[in-house]
């Protein structure tokens, strides 16, 4: 059925070339070409992996073989080997008995779309590959995919480093996994209901990844939806001597932050400080935490030890802001900024719009450019787009001023005694807040470049 398409006043982004496999020899030419000693004694796992197969339409059993696939990520990930590299086929992906989440400890490399046969790949059209799950009480709340290395150790017990994460072509859809308000889908509730055998909202991310001390990890051509974490929707840290590209995303309907680019390196060394390029991404409707916090809803955050390239994204729509830089090494190239309720930068401290950034900013690389702020259109469906302009915002001021304070002999008491005084319960969940938005109403926003911004639809031969 032909669904009726609003082109809501809003923003929209899409890169002019396609996106194809990940190359590792790609990524390292983002960078320096020169590798220090350390890098080239620490490489991980030096053994080649195998190929997984997983299909939910025609899987049965372990073998994960391309003639007889798994049916799920979630019953192979127990025999994972450091650098395998798993296919997966078009379905809706459950994990493990429905549970929800899909837990990693070893680099591998993970692409989806993929037709039955393994032949035709098309991860956001005919293909796609669907992460997602239930709202079932004791159902797990972690990340939906979430590759952590850092604990990663050998046979003599020291940890591994190197390798290379990839996570391709996948989509995250946490709709059916929120508990929502009165099961209406219009407000994510963020605490469990055993009487109703329900979970809280998941608070986390879509796709979370934690590499080890020198390993670099690439997250493209993947949509994230309907996620309610406190952390990215799409979230990556990178240790020292690390590199990380995220390109060619589509984050819709988030709270927390869309994009996060993090550092688990401390120290000061310029050479192992990680690395980031993020390009070609559109964030859009990124929600503050909840309904009353100050913090989340952000297109884009970024740690402060950490170097990145951030160009030719769009930022709409952040209930904060576009960017919020903690205080990275950054270069900010032409990005498109719209709609951010607060700011379009922020500076650790320092907010500006667009126009101030290169003349206020105090740590953006100097030959940062052609950035904008434009009111563009935005194709999303007309359910969803009434529904997200009908909202009302709660600010933490006005709940705080609603509070009343009763002259009880328990608030008499701890008047005499110095303590804060108790005060009446005030309503602070929103009645519309993260309203759930189905793929295809989302998807049309992802699919097409403007003037060479942001993401689009992947294509591959």
């Given at each position: 059925m032909?669904?009726?398409?609003?082109?809501f006043?809003f923003?929209?982004?899409?890169?002019?070339?396609?996106?194809?496999?990940f190359?590792?020899?790609?990524?390292?030419?983002?960078?320096?070409?020169?590798?220090?000693?350390?890098?080239?004694?620490?490489?991980?796992?030096?053994?080649?992996g195998?190929?997984?197969?997983?299909?939910k339409?025609?899987?049965?059993?372990?073998l994960g073989t391309k003639n007889?696939?798994?049916?799920?990520l979630?019953?192979?990930?127990?025999?994972?080997k450091?650098?395998?590299?798993?296919?997966?086929?078009?379905?809706?992906?459950m994990?493990k008995?429905k549970r929800?989440?899909?837990?990693?400890n070893?680099?591998v490399q993970?692409y989806g779309?993929y037709?039955?046969?393994f032949?035709?790949?098309?991860?956001?059209?005919e293909?796609?590959?669907?992460?997602?799950g239930v709202?079932?009480?004791?159902?797990?709340t972690?990340?939906?995919?979430?590759?952590?290395?850092?604990?990663?150790?050998?046979?003599?017990g020291k940890?591994?480093q190197?390798?290379l994460?990839?996570?391709d072509?996948?989509?995250?859809?946490?709709?059916?996994?929120?508990?929502?308000?009165?099961?209406?889908?219009l407000?994510?509730?963020?605490k469990?209901?055993?009487k109703?055998?329900?979970?809280?909202?998941?608070e986390?991310?879509?796709?979370?990844i934690?590499?080890?001390?020198?390993t670099?990890?690439?997250?493209?051509n993947?949509?994230?939806m309907?996620?309610?974490?406190?952390?990215?929707?799409?979230?990556?840290?990178?240790f020292?001597g690390?590199?990380?590209?995220?390109?060619?995303?589509?984050?819709?309907?988030?709270?927390?932050?869309g994009?996060?680019a993090?550092?688990?390196?401390?120290?000061?060394d310029?050479?192992?400080?990680?690395?980031?390029?993020?390009?070609?991404?559109?964030?859009?409707?990124?929600?503050?935490?909840?309904?009353?916090?100050?913090?989340?809803?952000?297109?884009?955050?970024l740690?402060k030890?950490?170097t990145?390239?951030v160009e030719?994204?769009v930022?709409g729509f952040?209930?904060?802001?576009?960017i919020?830089s903690?205080?990275?090494?950054?270069?900010?190239?032409n990005?498109?900024?719209?709609?951010?309720?607060?700011?379009?930068?922020?500076?650790?401290?320092s907010k500006?719009?667009?126009?101030d950034i290169?003349?206020e900013?105090e740590q953006l690389n100097?030959?940062?450019a052609?950035?904008?702020?434009?009111?563009?259109?935005?194709?999303?469906?007309?359910?969803w787009?009434?529904?997200y302009?009908?909202?009302?915002?709660?600010?933490?001021?006005d709940?705080?001023?609603a509070?009343h304070?009763?002259?009880?002999?328990a608030?008499?008491l701890r008047?005499?005694?110095?303590?804060n005084?108790?005060g009446?319960s005030?309503?602070?969940?929103?009645?519309?807040?993260l309203?759930k938005i189905t793929?295809?109403?989302?998807?049309?926003?992802?699919k097409l470049p403007?003037n060479?911004?942001?993401?689009?639809m992947?294509?591959?031969?």
């Amino acid at each position: 059925m032909k669904k009726s398409i609003f082109l809501f006043a809003f923003s929209l982004l899409f890169a002019s070339h396609s996106f194809g496999q990940f190359n590792l020899k790609k990524l390292k030419h983002k960078f320096s070409k020169k590798k220090t000693a350390q890098t080239t004694k620490t490489k991980n796992a030096a053994t080649k992996g195998r190929i997984w197969y997983v299909s939910k339409t025609t899987g049965s059993g372990q073998l994960g073989t391309k003639n007889k696939p798994a049916k799920d990520l979630g019953n192979i990930i127990h025999r994972l080997k450091p650098n395998d590299i798993i296919y997966i086929a078009e379905g809706v992906y459950m994990s493990k008995g429905k549970r929800g989440s899909d837990e990693i400890n070893v680099p591998v490399q993970i692409y989806g779309g993929y037709d039955t046969s393994f032949t035709t790949r098309d991860p956001w059209g005919e293909h796609k590959t669907i992460f997602s799950g239930v709202n079932e009480y004791m159902k797990l709340t972690t990340p939906r995919l979430y590759i952590r290395t850092d604990q990663l150790r050998d046979a003599n017990g020291k940890k591994m480093q190197g390798g290379l994460i990839v996570v391709d072509g996948i989509i995250v859809d946490n709709g059916p996994r929120n508990r929502y308000h009165l099961n209406k889908d219009l407000a994510i509730r963020r605490k469990a209901s055993p009487k109703s055998g329900q979970n809280p909202s998941p608070e986390s991310g879509g796709i979370v990844i934690v590499g080890s001390k020198f390993t670099n990890i690439a997250v493209q051509n993947c949509v994230v939806m309907n996620t309610a974490p406190t952390e990215g929707a799409i979230s990556v840290r990178v240790f020292q001597g690390g590199k990380g590209v995220i390109q060619n995303n589509f984050c819709i309907n988030n709270t927390g932050y869309g994009i996060q680019a993090r550092t688990g390196y401390m120290g000061s060394d310029a050479s192992l400080i990680p690395k980031f390029i993020v390009k070609h991404n559109t964030v859009l409707f990124t929600w503050k935490h909840d309904a009353v916090a100050s913090y989340g809803g952000d297109g884009l955050a970024l740690d402060k030890n950490l170097t990145a390239l951030v160009e030719n994204n769009v930022f709409g729509f952040g209930h904060m802001g576009g960017i919020y830089s903690k205080g990275a090494n950054l270069t900010l190239n032409n990005n498109l900024f719209t709609g951010n309720s607060k700011y379009d930068f922020k500076e650790i401290n320092s907010k500006m719009r667009v126009a101030d950034i290169l003349d206020e900013s105090e740590q953006l690389n100097l030959e940062s450019a052609g950035n904008e702020s434009l009111l563009i259109k935005i194709p999303v469906a007309k359910r969803w787009a009434k529904i997200y302009a009908n909202r009302k915002e709660l600010s933490r001021a006005d709940v705080d001023a609603a509070v009343h304070v009763s002259n009880s002999g328990a608030n008499q008491l701890r008047s005499m005694l110095g303590l804060n005084v108790q005060g009446g319960s005030v309503k602070m969940d929103a009645d519309i807040f993260l309203p759930k938005i189905t793929i295809e109403e989302a998807l049309p926003a992802g699919k097409l470049p403007w003037n060479g911004k942001g993401c689009q639809m992947p294509k591959f031969k």
